[in-house]
Every structure is written in C-alpha cells, then in structure tokens.
C-alpha cells in the first residue's frame, strides 16, 4: 500500500460548474477525513468518516459540499455551483478509529481547486 | 472545544542554529499532541506525537517535543538547523479518541545558509 491517494492533483473550473474530488485511503484505515487548506492557514476540517458512515460535518461544509463513502472504502467530496472561495487545498487523510487507534492521521498529497 | 495556536507565522534560523517552533493548545480533555511538516508541493507528513507516558518524544529528523501540562504547551525543537528542515510545520492536538483534530496556522521555517 502506497499510502493515501487523491484525484485528481489540480482541478481548475468556472464559477458555478460542479467538481468533484476522490480520496483512496490506507486499506485497512476505518477512519477517512477530509480537510480544506488555504494559503497560509492550517487545515480546516470539514468532515469524517468511521467505514460509510459520516459521524461528524464542520459548520465549513455548506450545503453545496456533499460528501460520501459509499463502501467504506473509496471516499468521494462533492462542491455543486463552485465559488470563487471555493478555490483552496481539499486534503484528504485517513486513520486507524477505535481500539487499534494510534492517533494519527496520514495524509494525501491533496487536491488544488482553481474557481475562475 | 479544543484549539491550537502557534506563536509565529514565520521563523528564520540561521543553519546550525537551535530551532525552536512555540505551541500552545486548550483542550478540556487529555490530549494527543502532534507536529506535521509540510515540505512545498507536498502532503503532511508526521514529524511526532504525544498520546500518553514520556513527555519528551522524539520524532523524525532530529526534531523532539516536550508536552507540558501545565503550561499547555508542546513546543517543538531541534538542536542545530539544517537547510532541509525548512518547511511549514503544523501543530495539531486531538481529543484522545482521536475523533477529530485541530490544526495550527502553521510556522514557516527558513533556515539561512
């Protein structure tokens, strides 16, 4: 396992388009995250999941931001009618949750959204 | 709620020198401490962390923290700077179940030749 995957790296699209991004966490990660970063701020939560089920959703995350784990597995994050400060890092990161919880998160490369 | 600061957005260190990166954290439950880095058009990586036992943990790369309940703080060092280590460095802290974790701003590092 190579570690946690992202797609695709840039994405550059016009205002009110929809984008969507997906995250391949660690195998045998339940815990799957995804995070907004903007230039010179640390990573802003947005949502988690435990397997398909998503526990916890920051306040960040409108009503145009969806995101879902269908399996699990794979996780993907939608933005519907993009905005200009919609344009920012979408990091993606997973863990082990639970009794086997070593609370710590590792992370992808993330995925660069331009809103033009 | 838990919340990190981190004293210093930008920090200069000349090569050799003593780095020292300031944070301080409130949480109302014991804490698990991180320090990620980030190296230009790179994901985080993991520097250390803090969860339970030895307050002084040492991490990649020289770097080593020192958890301090008293005064909230879990400031990251490393003796003498080498021109690798400049980068953007992230304190996180988590509650101890790990549900859910904080980020920093961040410091950026320059190490001066």
């Known amino acids: 396992d190579t570690g946690v995957s992202q797609n695709p790296r840039h994405k550059i699209t016009k205002r009110g388009q929809n984008v969507t991004f997906r995250c391949d966490p660690i195998s045998e990660h339940n815990r799957l995250y995804w995070y907004r970063q903007t230039l010179g701020q640390g990573p802003e939560f947005l949502t988690y999941f435990q397997n398909e089920a998503q526990l916890e959703k920051s306040r960040l995350l409108s009503d145009r931001f969806s995101a879902e784990r269908p399996k699990g597995s794979f996780s993907t994050l939608e933005i519907q009618r993009t905005e200009q400060g919609d344009s920012a890092m979408y990091l993606c990161?997973?863990?082990?949750?639970?009794?086997?919880?070593?609370?710590?998160?590792?992370f992808g490369e993330g995925s660069r959204l331009t809103v033009l | 709620a838990q919340s990190v600061t981190q004293l210093g957005s930008h920090v200069s260190v000349s090569e050799g020198a003593l780095v020292l990166l300031r944070c301080n954290y409130s949480s109302s439950v014991p804490p698990y401490l991180f320090w990620y880095v980030q190296y230009p058009n790179q994901g985080l990586q993991l520097l250390l962390k803090?969860?339970?036992?030895?307050?002084l943990v040492k991490g990649i790369n020289g770097f080593e923290a020192e958890f301090k309940k008293s005064e909230t703080s879990f400031h990251l060092t490393k003796p003498s700077a080498h021109m690798s280590d400049a980068a953007e460095y992230f304190c996180a802290v988590s509650e101890n179940t790990g549900n859910q974790f904080y980020f920093g701003t961040g410091t950026s590092l320059t190490v001066i030749p």
């Open positions: 803090y969860t339970t036992g030895a307050t």
């Open positions: 990161a997973s863990s082990l949750g639970g009794y086997a919880n070593t609370g710590e998160l590792f």
